[in-house]
């Protein structure tokens, strides 16, 4: 005889942030499930390219992630949230993208003999960290972050496995593992800012 008791109930959106807010990144990556597509859906008209709204929608979910416990159902809800993030997101990229073409086209201009991105261009020694130092730091950036962060991109950038791949490997959502590689490469950009994403600034 079949059981006619109830599943369980899917968690809400709002419980979702919530839990992401505590620092729980399945319920990020529930949401990703959930609203990855339509946001991508929402890039795409703005950007117009596919790895451009992927990255969008990767960086909307990171925002989020970030900005958990700043989220008030009583403004909106989670759906109009996230749209919102990731509309401004794109709206930044084809802002940046702009500003990148037109200094292209004025290098271009200004030395029509030489590519932009192959001349003039110098490493000046004084300003580089010794590569023991450096590896010291990227070690300890990565022991920093938790250990399924961790694993994953060890599996993405080390072994060279996509994400995909990964997923299939550690039997987790796709999405998991989107959301754990996002949120951990932001935590070694930030703990490698001082050495790495500074310089030119």
């Known amino acids: 005889m079949r059981s006619t008791a109830p599943g369980p109930t899917p968690a809400g959106d709002a419980d979702l942030v919530a839990r992401a807010a505590g620092g729980d990144e399945r319920a990020m990556a529930e949401l990703y499930d959930r609203y990855g597509q339509v946001l991508y ?5 703005i950007v117009g390219q596919r790895a451009d709204a992927e990255e969008v929608v990767l960086d909307a979910f990171s925002q989020a992630w970030r900005e958990a416990t700043r989220f008030d ?4 809800s989670v759906a109009g949230w996230l749209t919102m993030i990731a509309r401004s997101r794109a709206l930044d990229l ?3 993208r702009s500003r990148r073409e037109r200094i292209t086209a004025s290098a271009a201009a200004e030395r029509p003999d030489s590519a932009p991105a192959m001349g003039g261009w110098r490493v000046d020694p004084s300003t580089g960290v010794d590569h023991a130092e450096r590896r010291t730091q990227v070690q300890a950036a990565l022991e920093a972050l938790s250990a399924p962060q961790r694993r994953a991109i060890e599996l993405a950038f080390f072994e060279g496995l996509t994400q995909s791949e990964i997923a299939e490997l550690l039997q987790e959502p796709l999405g998991t593992i989107k959301t754990r590689v996002r949120l951990g490469m ?3 950009r ?4 001082p050495f790495y994403f500074e310089r030119g600034r």
């Open 41 to 45: 859906a929402v890039a795409y008209r």
């Open 73 to 76: 159902a009583a403004r909106g």
């Open 190 to 193: 930030e703990c490698l800012r």
């Open 94 to 96: 084809v802002r940046a």
């Open 186 to 188: 932001q935590k070694l």
